[in-house]
């Protein structure tokens, strides 16, 4: 089966995990980096979870599943072993047509969560479509070697450039080409190298002096330090 690769918002979103496992808790971290509203249900948690059910961070239902658990779901996943739960918590989300994942069952699953690698807001994600996660796994080791914190970096400088570059009211074609000069071949090279100077010439070159790209490049420097 191909799967549409999309990503979702789930800020503030109600999110609901079955199970308290190891499994889960990584699930749970998952959706909690982006903000979900977290609900798990089960009878026992690791002490992580524990840990957040603690601070307040998700909500404990501190037993099984039950049908009409997932009424105000807007994204379910099942991190359990036991099948009867996990077709039982399949065929309630494909009734009520919400997102659910049952983790390594790709056949009661609507959605599949890839592999991915993360720099800062930068997402890089690899999808076997269920066939190999091992597979996905070891394209992800390698892409975390060849993907190293400078493109974190370049991320944050150009969401900081862009609005200034947006300011300038040149047109869309115009922006493109400006865009693309500023991601210089040597950049990436320049930010993991901490080459500030080069940095800063290359961009005024460009886009002028101004204080607030003094701004932009004197927090990303100190923010590296």
């Not at 009867?84 to 969560?113: S, T």
Request: charge should be negative.
């Amino acid at each position: 089966m191909k799967y549409f690769p999309i990503n979702v918002e789930i800020n503030n979103r109600p999110c609901t995990v079955i199970g308290g496992g190891r499994v889960a808790q990584r699930k749970v971290m998952g959706l909690l980096a982006c903000q979900g509203q977290v609900t798990v249900i089960s009878p026992e948690l690791t002490p992580a979870l524990a840990e957040k059910a603690g601070a307040g961070a998700i909500t404990w239902l501190k037993r099984g599943y039950e049908p009409g658990d997932l009424a105000r779901s807007f994204l379910v996943i099942a991190a359990t072993d036991d099948e009867q739960v996990q077709e039982a918590v399949y065929a309630e989300a494909q009734g009520l047509n919400i997102l659910i994942n049952v983790a390594d069952v790709p056949k009661w699953c609507n959605f599949i969560l890839p592999a991915t690698v993360r720099r800062g807001d930068l997402a890089i994600s690899i999808s076997t479509s269920g066939q190999s996660p091992a597979l996905a796994r070891l394209t992800r080791e390698r892409l975390e070697e060849e993907f190293g914190p400078e493109y974190d970096l370049a991320l944050r400088l150009m969401g900081g450039l862009r609005p200034l570059v947006l300011a300038r009211d040149e047109g869309h074609e115009q922006n493109k080409k400006t865009f693309a000069k500023i991601l210089h071949p040597e950049l990436l090279e320049w930010l993991a190298q901490g080459q500030w100077p080069a940095i800063s010439a290359h961009i005024q070159a460009l886009l002028g002096h101004s204080p607030e790209i003094d701004t932009l490049l004197t927090r990303l420097r100190e923010e590296e330090i």
